[in-house]
């Protein structure tokens, strides 16, 4: 047994600690997020979501937008939007409960005995480190102009986008604005600035929506508990959630989850709270099964924001819109790969150095994975074409500036090939002066 699964060979963890066939097939980690009261009753089942840009999206809504219905229900407004239930505590706490869950030598969870407390220290640098990785600014789509047809046609498709209820529109920017994890509506329309439109109200703020993922065909067949998100409030069909004041309904049981960043989701399969779309193009095609269009979703009869998408994973809007988003992630790749470049450049510690391109090589080993997913894998496209080939140029000159054997003038010449190659791939993708700032190294 690997050392990770703890509740394989700790004895006094119990049953409930874990549920190691779902942890171990379908990366679901128990979580006690509504308390420790009943071990065996009171948990969920959920992923272990992205870090990857988090400095981009815990920002909470401002009272009086209603962009989600936390403001109204019975749970508090949390100041930070973490975790899946977007109710935990602000960052630098957020590894406090993590220990408290996760690294206890025992159920009791005895402080000093169970478990050490983080420091003050280790609470700073954790907080630090994880507002450090992935991309500190959001894309404009508006703007980005993609080499790639079929991303492109992807692109469109994402930005298409009605007002608050109309039908007939993919509504992708709504909740995930500009790709990124904060949305572009409100349901408020006393809100300053307010439009119907469901991308004409960014602010920046991170949110919840309930799209019934509980009920996700895959979820169902495992058995996995229904899980209410947001709050703690016992709800009628099970879980703990939170009591919204649905506008147009009144007072009404909900279960949300946090709105996650697409740029990073084609490094982060499988796909929702609990894992129950395991492709990007299955996560697509969700939005338009039995369960979002129920009652109880944001896409149901009386819901503010429908999709218009076939359930068809192979359905060829699904296939565009996913090749879209596996580009922006091979872009972040490129970004983080370049950075890391520049970075291993300038080491003074040559083992460091050699961290550095490892690092940058996984990166473009990323990019690479995502230009060969879905569709990607089989369009006749130049400009795919001239990024795959510069990737695999940057690949091999960050293996040269990563081997200890090579003399140091020579990895010194590595790294400043491997960047241009990364930079070419990059252009092959999309015109540069259409990306972040932060993009453009």
Same mark, same amino acid.
């Given at each position: 047994s690997h050392p990770l699964f703890v509740a394989d060979t700790t004895t006094e963890l119990g049953a409930a600690f874990e549920r190691n066939n779902l942890l171990r097939s379908f990366a679901l980690v128990t979580v006690n997020a509504d308390g420790f009261e009943n071990l065996s009753l009171k948990f969920t089942l959920r992923s272990v979501p992205s870090l990857l840009g988090t400095i981009v999206t815990n920002r909470a809504p401002a009272p009086g937008f209603f962009v989600d219905f936390t403001?109204?229900?019975?749970?508090?407004?949390?100041?930070?939007?973490?975790?899946?239930?977007?109710?935990?505590?602000?960052?630098?706490?957020?590894?406090?409960?993590?220990?408290?869950?996760?690294?206890?030598?025992?159920?009791?969870?005895?402080?000093?005995?169970?478990?050490?407390?983080?420091?003050?220290?280790?609470?700073?640098?954790?907080?630090?480190?994880?507002m450090s990785i992935g991309r500190d600014q959001d894309l404009d789509l508006t703007k980005l102009e993609l080499r790639v047809q079929v991303a492109n046609r992807g692109r469109r498709l994402f930005l298409d986008t009605g007002n608050i209820g109309e039908p007939g529109h993919k509504n992708c920017n709504a909740c995930h604005f500009n790709g990124g994890g904060t949305v572009g509506f409100a349901f408020n329309p006393d809100a300053p600035g307010f439009t119907p439109r469901l991308d004409g109200n960014p602010r920046g703020f991170n949110?919840?929506?309930?799209?019934?993922?509980?009920?996700?065909?895959?979820?169902?067949?495992?058995?996995?508990?229904?899980?209410?998100?947001?709050?703690?409030?016992?709800?009628?069909?099970?879980g703990f959630g939170n009591i919204g004041n649905v506008p147009g309904f009144g007072p009404a049981p909900v279960e949300e989850f946090a709105i996650p960043s697409l740029v990073e989701a084609g490094d982060t399969a499988p796909y929702f709270h609990n894992h129950s779309a395991l492709t990007l193009e299955d996560s697509i095609a969700f939005y338009d099964s039995a369960p979002f269009r129920a009652i109880n979703s944001v896409g149901g009869p009386i819901g503010p924001?429908?999709?218009?998408?076939?359930?068809?994973? !192979?359905?060829? =809007?699904? +296939? #565009?819109?996913?090749?879209?988003? %596996?580009? /922006?992630? *091979?872009?972040?790749?490129?970004?983080?790969?370049?950075?890391?470049?520049?970075?291993?450049?300038?080491?003074?510690?040559?083992?460091?150095?050699?961290?550095?391109a490892r690092l940058a090589m996984g990166e473009i080993r990323d990019a690479q994975a995502n230009l060969r997913g879905g569709v990607l894998g089989r369009?006749?496209?130049? !400009?795919?074409? =001239?990024? +795959? #080939?510069?990737?695999?140029?940057? %690949?091999? /000159?960050? *293996?040269?500036?990563?081997?200890?054997?090579?003399?140091?003038?020579?990895?010194?010449?590595?790294?400043?090939?491997?960047?241009?190659?990364?930079?070419?791939?990059?252009?092959?993708?999309?015109?540069?002066?259409?990306l972040p700032r932060s993009y453009r190294r």
């Open positions: 403001g109204s229900g019975q749970a508090p407004n949390p100041p930070e939007r973490l975790g899946w239930g977007n109710d935990a505590p602000p960052l630098r706490d957020f590894a406090l409960g993590a220990v408290l869950q996760h690294f206890t030598k025992s159920i009791l969870r005895r402080p000093g005995v169970d478990f050490r407390v983080p420091s003050d220290r280790e609470l700073d640098d954790l907080a630090a480190y994880q949110a919840v929506s309930g799209i019934n993922t509980n009920e996700a065909p895959l979820a169902l067949a495992l058995g996995i508990p229904r899980d209410g998100g947001f709050g703690v409030t016992p709800l009628p069909g099970g924001i429908p999709v218009s998408i076939s359930s068809n994973p !192979s359905d060829p =809007e699904v +296939r #565009a819109i996913a090749a879209f988003l %596996r580009t /922006l992630t *091979a872009l972040d790749n490129l970004r983080s790969a370049l950075s890391l470049i520049e970075r291993g450049r300038l080491a003074r510690v040559p083992a460091d150095a050699r961290e550095m369009a006749r496209d130049g !400009s795919l074409f =001239e990024a +795959r #080939a510069h990737l695999e140029a940057a %690949r091999s /000159l960050l *293996a040269q500036a990563a081997d200890e054997q090579v003399p140091g003038a020579a990895a010194q010449a590595a790294w400043g090939e491997a960047a241009n190659a990364a930079r070419r791939a990059r252009e092959a993708l999309a015109d540069p002066e259409t």
